[in-house]
Structure formats: C-alpha cells, structure tokens
C-alpha cells in the first residue's frame, strides 16, 4: 500500500476484555515497530519486528501483551485482560532498513480505549 | 536508558518568525536522529533524519542540526506559517538501534 495502514482507527471495549490490533505496513518494508502514545506524551517504544521475528520486544509493559508476524508483513498487537491504564493510541511504524539505519513511517494509530 | 527532552513544551509565535526547537538525549552514542510532526489526531509524518556521521539535513524551510558530542539536535524553521501548527517530535535512535527513543514534544502555534 502506500502508507501504513491501521485497523481499527477507534476500539472501546470493557476491562476485561481482549483486543487485536492491526498492522499493515508499506509493502517491501522489513522493519515493523509498535509505539503506544499517551495524551501529551511522546511516543513510547513497545516492540520491534525485523522480518518475521521479534528483535527486541524489551518496551512491552507485561505478558498481557503480545504481538506477531507471522508472514513478515501484517503484524497483530494482541492485548489480554485489558486495563484502563492500557488506554492509549497504539502506533506502528515500517522502514525499508532495520538496525542502525532507516526513516521510519507512521501509520495514523488504533485509539483504544478501556472503559 | 537513552533520554530524550524536548524544550519548550510549547511555543506561539506570529506568523513570519522564524524559530528554533530544542531536543537533548542522555547518551551520545545514537545512530540517528528524527524529526517529526504530529497533527492532532494524527499520526507522525517524518521531516527530517539526521544520520550520526551528518551535522545537519535540509528540507525546504526546515533545518536541522546535531552535535553528538553535547547530545543536542535543534529544528530551525524559517518564516513560519500558521500551517506549521503542530507537535514536532524528536527521536534518537537507541544504542541497539532497534528503537527510536522519543521526546515528549513541543507543540507550536503559529498565529496570522
């Protein structure tokens, strides 16, 4: 495509409850990477996939979340249990390079929010 | 951990001026580093990469420098327009070069 596409753009759901995200990135880009934003924050780091593998997955906060890639392309945020706290915009991110080097290009994020 | 500040949390400014962003990091030893753009709302839309071999990237009224060694980058922007109005980010791409390490931003309003 030619962006990176997110879906869905909006999620509310109940404590409790479990939640997939969806990530689509610009086609031919072997890095993909998950942030979470805050209101009025930064983005913060959660995950980064090179290829079909995790090659660091040291941001996510605890073991209810996860994410996969199976075919080195689309990726899955997956949360479990959610928590108000996990309200939040999550954002994912491709580049064309990985390691060291490589703009990186945004999606416009999935708003979730935990009532 | 790679520390990334951002001064000033926000800035208004009248349309014409031009002004300068400030992004300091903790750890010298990035690889890169990124300028963003936020609309509310939105998603990030990359302005400029600063390899850290480089001292600084131009594009159109944008500049930005960066001084590893004082752990510093700054986003000049020229003869501001009210279009430019949004949160700028920036990123130091982190010692394992997985990550991109972001400031908090400083959101800027430009007035007609």
């Known amino acids: 495509g030619a962006g990176v596409s997110q879906t869905p753009s909006n999620k509310v759901t109940e404590k409790g409850k479990y939640v997939e995200l969806r990530c689509d990135p610009i086609s031919g880009h072997t890095a993909l990477y998950w942030y979470r934003q805050s209101l009025g924050q930064g983005p913060e780091f959660l995950i980064y996939?090179?290829?079909?593998?995790?090659?660091?997955d040291s941001g996510l906060p605890n073991d209810r979340f996860f994410a996969v890639r199976p075919e080195g392309s689309v990726s899955t945020l997956k949360i479990q249990r959610t928590e108000r706290g996990d309200s939040a915009v999550y954002l994912c991110?491709?580049?064309?390079?990985?390691?060291?080097?490589?703009?990186?290009?945004f999606g416009e994020g999935s708003r979730l929010t935990v009532l | 951990k790679q520390e990334v500040t951002q001064i000033p949390a926000a800035l208004s400014v009248p349309e014409g001026e031009n002004l300068v962003l400030n992004c300091s990091f903790t750890d010298s030893a990035i690889y890169n580093l990124q300028w963003f753009r936020q609309d509310p709302g939105k998603g990030l839309t990359s302005l400029l990469l600063?390899?850290?071999?480089?001292r600084e990237q131009t594009s159109g009224r944008l500049n930005a420098s960066l001084d590893k060694s004082s752990g510093r980058s700054t986003l000049y922007i020229a003869a501001s327009q009210p279009g430019d109005s949004a949160t700028y980010l920036c990123?130091?791409?982190?010692?394992?070069?997985?990550?991109?390490?972001f400031g908090k931003g400083t959101t800027l309003s430009v007035s007609s």
């Open positions: 600063i390899q850290s071999s480089q």
């Open positions: 990123a130091a791409r982190n010692q394992a070069g997985t990550a991109l390490i």
């Open positions: 996939f090179q290829g079909t593998g995790a090659a660091d």
């Open positions: 991110a491709s580049s064309l390079k990985g390691l060291n080097t490589g703009e990186l290009f």
